[in-house]
């Protein structure tokens, strides 16, 4: 099968998934998660010549994250349940309004049609996004990295075959493999309505610079802390210790703190302290390293660096205004936090700060799909459009408008130029 | 100034019309506003000038469209104030949810920063998108059609000094001139958040073929009405002729008219000497041609086609599911309606169609930004992402999360391996 032709056929099938019921697509979760566990031989023994492939050529931690157990099945089996115990995210009635008797409109959520998804080396991707559009009533075309692609086709099968067995178009789930493959899948703006790039920050603008298709996702997350000269440094010391050291891979861990001059020389060298113990390497700008001298300071070079690792930049600024300026000019617009006991200052900050969280007195670390409650997370989104910040369920939905009337027609509430009336006028009520 | 200097400066006016209460944006627009009669003598001859530059290679509706008058200033200045009599886009509260005790989440609608709009021959145009960004708290970047780039010119001028009067920055409404221009700023989505193509389906086309900006715009409508085998065909009639010739070059106006093959050898008939009798020109399939023989219909050529003028085609079709299956082939997903007397006929179309409007016994020519009771109408929108139809000022805006906290760093609500416990759990009570 050609690529496009795969798009077509996922393109036909979500059109089946769009008009279920959320009953209907919750039985089809509930097969595919039934359907994992009996296939644990085949999916452990694909999974075994995956890494046996993949050999020497992967670092323990990607290795790590490629392998499956029985255990991990049993996990895949529980998330694609969790999924479908979420509240329905189609058919919300958004924004309702009676333009004029007997003419409704309703703006309600509706599936985005089809999505695709690029993931690196984990098989448990599969599973989750293949749930996620099963629940939103999407498509959704896979590309799993290289190493993965054994134990990804194993599972797609799996998918597959349990889609069937509801009656419902298998090709709701389907995998590309192989780099041409998905090179194509982004020329197909026609077919895909959404890419979903999921990994290294290589491959997230890879996808971000070759395909008109919209793109889900953030290459980086430059997070910034900026302590107030009024503060709680207790709270300080704490809030950033767990933005730095809670999961220094993470892009919502804190690369850069930012501290208020007045404070500089007497909060920074505990910090240093602080962070010092906690195994965190330091950078400096020339403020810095002067007030921590004795201490092992290197130079910042760039301060648009996320170091992903417990290492982090700190900088002294004059007032709120530099911090903010700071941030605007180095960061990446993910999430930016104040710590101060100042309330119109941390409110200042809130307002001005243009990024997709902006927190007081809170660890950058909360910026996540599940943290903040949306009980799934699709991704994080840095681009301001369509789903900004952790994205939950709804972020594979669109929206559209219905118009429900009694033989109306658009002429009748025209001013005639004649009379200086129209026949009949909007009420325009919102409805809720 | 280079482009980029432009879009420089731009995104540092956005900064400051980002941070803005409703009033001092209201006060903005009313120096505006108030701005644009005094000048009129600027302005009228500008467009003298521009109209003798167009001379001949013009269209009569062009020149139209082109041509100033002190009437035409009043009701630009008119229609920049009721912009500001909008409700504030800004600071709405989209979501709120307690996250902790002590822990808040709120989503606020925010501007996207800076909009780049692409228009041709329209000088109200200046006036109007200028004023959608403003009260939105936008950076608007404009280039103009060459017809209309010294009337322009002066208009911005205009509207700047007024900016300037008010102590806000002139940048945030600037002039590109030249098609080289505008290419540059196409390449800028570093520093441009939306581009708007106001104009031809090949200016449209054009935009998003060449930008990794997102789009707003639709470059096309090709719109339908299926007519059910049960309904009231003298309200269907009406329906029809105000969809195809209220305003035939409106992009919501119906083209294609598929009837169920049920009543097509009754109602096809009656159609077309109810259209024909208005001027409008038939094309239909075999089907059609067959019942309407001693009628002048020519053949349909291309169901994909967007007559933009008082012409139609008609088709015959077998099943609900075959006018949702034509639709789904040959419709640009703009706007789509049935008529039908059968609710469930009504409601399964609702459902099923893919569109950014759907209606039941309605007009296509509904799908407005006004007529929806949006106040102002910054495009139509056939993407899926961000916003979809008749998009308002909602359409300039975004959202970014918030979190007010007292201290808290996520590693509290981790569940520890040792103890089984979380030393905190999220609460995750929605709080509107």
Redesign the interface.
Known sequence: MTTRAVAEAARRAS?VL??LENAARNRALEAMAAAIEPASARLLQANAEDLRAAGESLSPATLARLRLSEAKLKEMAEQVRSVAALPDPLGRVLDA?E?DEG?H?TRVS?P??VVGVIFEARPDAVTQIAALAVKSGNAAILKAGREVEGTAGVLVEVLRSALRGCGLPEDAVSLLRGRERAQELLGMHDLV??MIPRGSKALVEYV??NT?I?VLGHAEGVCHIYVDKSV?EA?AL??I???KT?YPAACNAVETVLVHRAIAAEFLPRLAEHLRARGVVLHGDEAVRGLLRGIEVTAVTDWHTEYGEPAVSLGVVASLEDAIEHI?AHGSAHTESILSSDEAA?ERF???V??????????T????GF???FGAEVGIST????A???VGLEGLT?????????????????VSSETGKAART?T?RRAR
């Open positions: 059109r769009a008009t309004i333009m003419l409109l509706v985005l049609g309505d959404l971000q610079a008109r919209p709680d709270m704490r809030v210790e767990d933005a809670d605007h941390a809130l307002r001005e243009d990024a997709s969280s902006v927190m007081h007195n809170a660890s670390r909360f910026a996540d943290r903040y409650g681009s301001k459009l369509h900004r910040g952790p669109t929206y559209k408008y219905l118009l429900r009337g009694t033989g109306q027609g658009a002429g009748e509430y025209r909007f325009h």
